[in-house]
């Protein structure tokens, strides 16, 4: 009678694993968006401020880059913008008293030669009529009086444009070099500023892939990490299993070791290239199926350290072929 008993319950165990093995519950894996931080300035790693692991804030100092040359740009691009903002604001007072006592002077100056070129030149000239002198000494008279007329021309130009005030258009091009000045300036102080590489939002590092001293080339990845944010939960169903499945339907998922439930919410149906891409280690496909990727997102935010990137997760009851649970 013993081993009657016994033998009925083998066999019982043995039916229960086999229907278990039939129906094993769907496995997945945990994802997280990866981030690759590079910089956009060429330079030597200067100071490396985290850790592998460590988990970093949006704007959060991830390394410094040294960068000389940009440094030297942003003095340079300092001193123009001060010389082109004092020259706009010379050009909207116009010319200092000192200017203008100097330029009436220089016009009086050239009127009082100009005066007295003309009354010798006429004097020569009527002497000349009676060829009373040279030709030679005539013929520098009046080149005294032509120079002494063109400079009075001259001064008197430059008296006009004091008396009248800086033109429009001579206003207008140290503005225009002001505002170049100012864009150089901006220009510079944003590379200066791409030194600093920061964290371009919450996340986990993973890697580091340089070391201070090293020479950091533009858009090389210097940090790899995942977004803090983003997990996700990917399992791999046939094409006899994914109608089974609705957009937007809750499930429940389990961690595989700690047994941590997950409420999740169907976001997305896939279908994969080849099979070389399943996230599940059995999808439970035969030859010949299509498998697609199922995802799944949090229906409630996840607590910090229950889920790591590539962690393995599975679903219970999870539907089987025909729709069975």
Request: contains cysteine; neutral net charge; glycine residues 6%.
């Given at each position: 009678?013993f081993?009657?008993c016994?033998?009925?319950?083998?066999?019982?165990?043995?039916?229960?694993?086999?229907?278990?093995?039939?129906?094993?519950?769907?496995?997945?894996?945990?994802?997280?968006?990866?981030?690759?931080v590079?910089?956009?300035?060429?330079?030597?790693?200067?100071?490396?401020?985290?850790?592998?692991?460590?988990?970093?804030?949006?704007?959060?100092?991830?390394a410094?880059?040294?960068?000389?040359?940009?440094?030297?740009?942003?003095?340079?691009?300092?001193?123009?913008?001060?010389?082109?903002?004092?020259?706009?604001?010379?050009?909207?007072?116009?010319?200092?008293?000192?200017?203008?006592k100097?330029?009436?002077s220089?016009?009086?100056?050239?009127?009082?030669?100009?005066?007295?070129?003309?009354?010798s030149?006429?004097?020569?000239?009527?002497m000349?009529?009676?060829?009373l002198?040279?030709?030679q000494?005539?013929?520098?008279?009046?080149?005294?009086?032509?120079?002494?007329?063109?400079?009075?021309?001259?001064?008197e130009?430059?008296?006009a444009?004091?008396?009248?005030?800086?033109?429009?258009?001579k206003?207008?091009?140290?503005?225009?070099?002001?505002?170049?000045?100012?864009?150089?300036?901006?220009?510079?102080?944003?590379?200066?500023?791409?030194?600093?590489?920061?964290?371009?939002?919450?996340?986990?590092?993973?890697?580091?892939?340089?070391?201070?001293?090293?020479?950091?080339?533009?858009?090389?990845?210097?940090?790899?990490?995942?977004?803090?944010?983003a997990?996700?939960?990917r399992?791999?169903?046939?094409?006899?299993?994914?109608?089974?499945f609705?957009?937007?339907?809750?499930?429940?998922?389990?961690?595989?070791?700690?047994?941590?439930?997950?409420?999740?919410?169907?976001?997305?149906?896939?279908?994969?290239?080849?099979?070389?891409?399943?996230?599940?280690?059995y999808?439970?496909k035969?030859?010949?199926?299509?498998a697609?990727?199922?995802?799944?997102?949090?229906?409630?935010?996840?607590?910090?350290?229950v889920?790591?990137?590539?962690?393995?997760?599975?679903?219970?009851?999870?539907?089987?072929?025909g729709?069975?649970?």
């Amino acid at each position: 009678m013993f081993f009657i008993c016994a033998f009925l319950i083998m066999g019982f165990a043995a039916r229960a694993h086999r229907a278990d093995s039939e129906h094993p519950p769907m496995s997945g894996k945990v994802r997280f968006e990866t981030i690759h931080v590079s910089s956009k300035v060429p330079g030597r790693i200067e100071t490396i401020a985290v850790r592998e692991g460590e988990r970093v804030r949006k704007g959060d100092v991830l390394a410094v880059i040294d960068v000389p040359e940009i440094a030297a740009q942003v003095e340079a691009a300092e001193g123009a913008l001060k010389a082109a903002s004092s020259k706009y604001r010379m050009a909207l007072a116009g010319a200092s008293e000192y200017d203008r006592k100097q330029v009436r002077s220089h016009y009086e100056a050239a009127r009082s030669q100009y005066d007295y070129a003309k009354s010798s030149y006429r004097r020569i000239a009527s002497m000349n009529d009676g060829r009373l002198i040279a030709q030679q000494e005539y013929e520098r008279m009046k080149s005294n009086y032509l120079a002494a007329r063109a400079n009075l021309g001259a001064a008197e130009a430059r008296l006009a444009d004091i008396e009248s005030g800086v033109r429009a258009e001579k206003i207008e091009m140290a503005e225009g070099d002001m505002l170049r000045a100012k864009g150089a300036l901006r220009e510079a102080r944003s590379a200066y500023e791409e030194r600093v590489v920061r964290a371009p939002a919450d996340m986990r590092i993973e890697s580091a892939t340089m070391k201070p001293g090293e020479l950091a080339a533009p858009g090389f990845p210097l940090f790899t990490g995942h977004a803090a944010d983003a997990v996700h939960f990917r399992f791999t169903a046939p094409e006899s299993v994914v109608h089974s499945f609705s957009r937007g339907e809750k499930y429940e998922i389990r961690t595989a070791f700690t047994g941590f439930p997950v409420d999740v919410v169907l976001d997305e149906i896939l279908v994969l290239p080849g099979y070389a891409a399943v996230t599940s280690m059995y999808p439970r496909k035969k030859a010949g199926e299509t498998a697609y990727e199922l995802i799944f997102r949090p229906a409630d935010a996840v607590e910090a350290d229950v889920v790591y990137h590539n962690m393995r997760v599975f679903m219970e009851n999870a539907p089987q072929v025909g729709g069975a649970k």
